[in-house]
């Protein structure tokens, strides 16, 4: 059973940094595209970032320039390097897979961006 698990959210002030990480487990783990979502209280779940199987990255205009997005095929896992965050980047954040045309979701991790 294909599994995506987030880790790396918390509190942080407003100019800090905070890596997420999303571990991809099952009977094969090549998620494509694999990428993060999230979801603000109140808001609808947003795209952030994401890596397609040819090597496309997006960022959503709101996070470029601040927001990194990597693999580790070695560990079958994805990071998101967030820096100069803000407290609107405040949300809950979902990684999100897919493999032979079906979606994974993880169950989130929680980020604040607050003084």
Known sequence: QEQLAESGGGLVQPGGSLRLACAASGSSSDFYPIGWFRQAPGKEREGVSCISSIGFVYY?????????????????????????L??????????????????????????????
């Open 60 to 84: 959503a205009s709101s996070v470029k320039g601040r927001f990194t997005i990597s693999r580790d095929d070695a560990t079958n896992t994805v990071y998101l390097q967030m820096n100069n």
């Open 86 to 115: 803000k407290p609107e980047d405040t949300a809950v954040y979902y990684c999100h897979g897919v493999i032979f045309a079906t979606e994974y979701w993880g169950q989130g991790t929680q980020v604040t961006v607050s003084s």
